[in-house]
């Protein structure tokens, strides 16, 4: 019988086969919401075999997505790229440069 060790210490994040942190989440989440999609097309009378078919194609992009996502970004990617879409690329200034120059002047003088 095969064991499958999730956590490997105290202070470490969650890792199982390689999926860390988030990703994890999302790959649980991902193939939980693909079940109900499944079940409910079922009910509803699509055909068995595009049921199958729907489900099979979509958790295997869900599996090659969320692994490529791991790869690329790492444990805290996902936050540093929210951070990084969030951060300004340029600050804009409208106020003249000679009025920070008086500001400081006087500033230097008292």
């Known amino acids: 019988m095969n064991t499958y060790h999730i956590n490997k210490g105290i202070g470490r994040t969650v890792e199982f086969k ?6 994890l989440f999302i790959f649980a989440g ?8 499944v079940m409910i097309m079922y009910m509803a009378g699509v055909n068995t ?9 979509t958790s295997s992009v869900l599996i090659w997505q969320t692994f490529s996502l791991n790869r ?5 990617g996902l936050m540093k790229l929210g951070a990084k879409k969030k951060h300004p690329k340029y600050i804009i200034s409208r106020k003249c440069i ?3 120059i008086k500001i400081n002047s006087k500033k230097a003088e008292a």
């Not at 390689?18 to 990703?23: I, P, R, W």
């Not at 991902?30 to 999609?37: A, D, E, Q, S």
């Not at 690329?72 to 805290?76: A, L, P, T």
């Open 98 to 100: 000679f009025r920070y």
């Open 30 to 37: 991902g193939l939980l919401g693909l079940l109900i999609l």
């Open 49 to 57: 075999y595009i049921c199958l078919s729907i489900g099979g194609l």
């Open 18 to 23: 390689g999926l860390k942190a988030q990703y």
């Open 72 to 76: 690329k970004y790492g444990e805290h």
